[in-house]
């Protein structure tokens, strides 16, 4: 027999996906319902209707959360781990009506979603993820340092360079760093970029090397994330061959 | 001797390649007329042209179609097949003439270019390619919903920073969106950008994490083809050896 | 003894060296000079100091022309090769002083730049490139086409999304193309963007299966490259060990 | 005993971890005051604590740079070192109050921050990826010379298609290269872009080749650092074997 911690808890029993499923769908709904509410000149019955839905979906929320405690071994446990402050904050902010805006505390609701990945093989995929992120953990680092210390240089150069012609856009060195982001991300709004000669041969020489350095952690991670599958393959044949 | 069947499903037979390569070449010359005919301010002998090539063209495809379904061994399984209901949408806008405009369907005719990929080669390569995506499909999933949630939290944020000192840009969540995916995917047309310090920064954190899982998939597709490339040579071998 | 057919047609000798640099050099030296020319504002003394050093270089490359046809063991051949060409047309702009502007042709000279990796490691990593380009081209190709297919089918959507409220930026289909070119390549100059709702949904869409489709190949490139590497050192372990 | 030496040079001890841990803190500290001097607009209180903060910062980089001279083995071999000079450099332009601006020189102190890098776990993923810059090099410099080859013709190219309708823009082969790095980078500014038809087309076949070589650098960069981790723990399984 199906017990209600199954059902709640896991999701290997055909009443525990479905109402795993049910609550991603709701966070779902919750999280646009939340998004509508930012949109303005929304008419009276919409804002009302909307009201009701964030009702509901908190009422489900509140009774969801208190079976998880009930069902839970250990009941402290739960409400300080992870997941159960996430739980808890995702209702939260309906109770307390403080002059405080603590609406966009509900988004903390999103996190919920990672849930979903408790399914079998995206939690595999994910154990193959972390496997890569530490096989890599360190050239992600050594890469990400680097990156940093180039978005610095590269905004002080193109600081000397432009702040005589552009004051307004190379205004000092952290105005500059906005400049050296959008570039070396190649993103390139066009808001801010270097008019004068200089500043232009030093994007040049800042876009060769920075590209090789900023888009390489990208590359390792993949690179890293196909190497933890094959050790899983050989571990896999490992257990077999026993 | 070369049955007409031949010619028309095969490319093996010199008459069938001709056959193949002569379609793909009319369904090229029909889909520039198509885009050509969107031309504003077309000439009224440019227009008479323009009719007479799609009517060919259609004539042609009709003739294909019928050819197609007298050849085929399970005529009924043939027209409800992918193709044979492409084949049919490709020719069908030309001979209903209602009020709705019904020439963009003619747009599908593309979708029958991938006849071209039938050779042999290009059959082996879309097959490496489909155990490419079996071997990294769990990674591109589980990467793709966290490129979802990872849009929607840029969103929130920067609605949050933006919102106040620039309402018509950032308008609603969903108005933020739209800077999150031109953002993150690194082509920053430039209509929307952020101009508060905080949103500046807020979008820096935001490019350091998201371009290191935007860009994965695409690492991960790379080596994952890679990959399926060794096994069929692994396969080939063990086959040789036999 | 050193031969002037070795200083001239090898590099591995001392003067073959020298020989082989000083015309790499002088080819920068002459591209530098095409460059400067196409300036505006030139002052009268720039002018004709850039005469002078064009004519010299002309000078230098015809004789180093006569000279290769001099040396060559089969005189006819090297004329027609694809050097012996591309140094004729180096040269040949200069002579020919018809009503015709003939000194783009010159850049020409910029392939001649290429005889720089005849040294042996650059050679090696050429064969090796050429090597990594065999194995993965029907993937190059195949991603090519549908990089095509879906340039198309942008174009197409965007167009009918957006045609209607920006007529001049997405006049027809080919003007959509370049919108279509600019966002799936990620460059997203900002001249054209689409401003309706559908318009950015599409896009979203178009992107978050373009940027899998375009940006691919690259990574198939390298990691090719890679392959092809221990190709090389698998082939040189077996030669070591005859 | 722990020695002043190890305290200075090495942080393997848990004094020598502090002091080192410490110097860096300082540098971080000397830097955000170099980027907080450059805004415009500064209290003077805030110049007088910024200018107290610079004077205790060189004081205690001034006793650091004498104490490794104490305690340096070869003294003049320690002046004349790489990091010797950038420690001199870092505190001079304070003492030296000439006419000209040398505080820019200050920003040699970030070079300070590689120290950091000497922590075994980093020195080791530095020595990986010196070996895997060792593994691609040729192919990294083949690439680097295409690339420079590519970025003349594309501009010598968009130069030819551009000049005549935006002879503000395009004035000169050297102003169509600020394009072709903008472009080829996928950077997109959006202060230059073609506005004729050929100069479209160009773009795009441009874009189409440039892609595959401005890109792939990164993903060979990738690649050699996996396969250097390969090698790594190839030695380290002979290593323990023996």
Redesign the interface.
């Known amino acids: 027999m199906i017990t209600i911690k199954q059902i709640i808890e896991e999701n290997d029993t055909k009443p525990g996906l479905i109402f795993d499923l049910s609550m991603q769908l709701l966070i779902v709904v919750s ?1 646009v319902t ?3 509410e ?3 000149d929304l008419q009276l019955p919409t804002r009302t209707s909307l009201h009701y839905i964030e009702i509901f979906t908190v009422g489900v929320f509140t009774i969801e959360y208190l079976g998880r405690i009930f069902v839970a071994d250990r009941k402290i446990a739960f409400v300080f781990s992870f997941y159960g402050l996430i739980d808890l904050f995702a209702i939260l902010p309906f109770y307390l009506s403080t002059g405080v805006d603590l609406r ?1 505390i509900r ?1 903390l609701r ?1 996190l919920r ?1 990672f849930r ?2 408790k399914l079998f ?2 939690s ?3 154990q ?2 972390h496997r890569a992120f530490i ?1 890599a953990k ?2 992600l ?2 890469f ?2 680097v ?1 940093l ?1 180039l978005l ?2 590269s ?2 150069g193109i ?2 360079f432009e ?1 005589q012609v552009q ?1 307004e856009n190379f ?4 105005h500059s ?2 400049w050296a ?3 070396l ?7 801010v ?1 270097p008019v004068t000669v200089g500043g ?1 041969i030093f ?2 020489f800042m ?2 090397i920075g ?2 350095i ?14 933890a ?1 094959n050790i899983e393959e050989i571990n896999k044949e490992t257990y077999n061959r026993k």
Do not use: H, Q
Request: glycine share 6%; charged share 15%.
């Open positions: 999280l939340f998004s509508i930012t949109l303005p966009s988004t999103l979603l979903a990945f093989r995206y595999r995929a994910i193959r993820f096989l360190e050239e680092i050594l990400f340092c990156t210390i610095f240089l905004s002080v600081y000397y702040n004051p205004k000092s060195i952290f760093m906005w982001v959008a570039t991300t190649t993103v390139g709004y066009g808001d970029y232009k994007t040049f876009l060769m590209l090789g900023v888009a390489v952690p990208t590359g390792i991670l993949a690179t890293a994330l196909s190497e599958r």
